[in-house]
């Protein structure tokens, strides 16, 4: 089972930057995808998920209007683009598949989340 996170970079605040995250050995088109982040010294914190058709998604109120997240279930592949960066949005970015197959919540907590990725780490200056 392998989510690998890649995009990340350091970029000026108002930046854009997109995350990607390729699925493999794993089960991919029939679940929700997430994406998390975790600054230095704070917990993981959600920030969106998309629904396993990709119908459906639900964002933190900080990113909200200016992070959007998509999929492409025939290349196992969920993306997160990320514009109008603030320095707020500083930390290591997570893709988790969710334990379940089906759209039931908001998927905004980590406990629900079965398989996660290593990481890619967003540093936005000011």
């Known amino acids: 089972v392998q989510l690998q996170a890649s995009g990340g970079g350091l970029v000026q605040a108002g930046a854009s930057l997109r995350l990607s995250c390729a699925a493999s050995?794993?089960?991919?088109?029939?679940?929700?995808m997430g994406w998390f982040r975790q600054a230095p010294g704070k917990e993981r914190e959600f920030v969106a998920v998309?629904?396993?058709?990709?119908?459906?998604?639900y964002y933190a109120d900080s990113v909200k209007g200016r992070f959007t997240t998509s999929r492409d279930n025939a290349k196992n592949m969920v993306y997160l683009q990320m514009n109008s960066l603030k320095p707020e949005d500083t930390g290591v970015y997570y893709c988790?598949?969710?334990?379940?197959?089906?759209?039931?919540?908001?998927?905004?907590?980590?406990?629900?989340?079965?398989?996660w990725g290593q990481g890619t780490q967003v540093t936005v200056s000011s």
């Open positions: 988790a598949r969710t334990r379940t197959p089906v759209w039931g919540g908001r998927y905004n907590s980590a406990d629900e989340y079965e398989y």
């Open positions: 050995r794993i089960t991919f088109s029939e679940y929700n």
């Open positions: 998309i629904s396993w058709s990709g119908a459906t998604t």
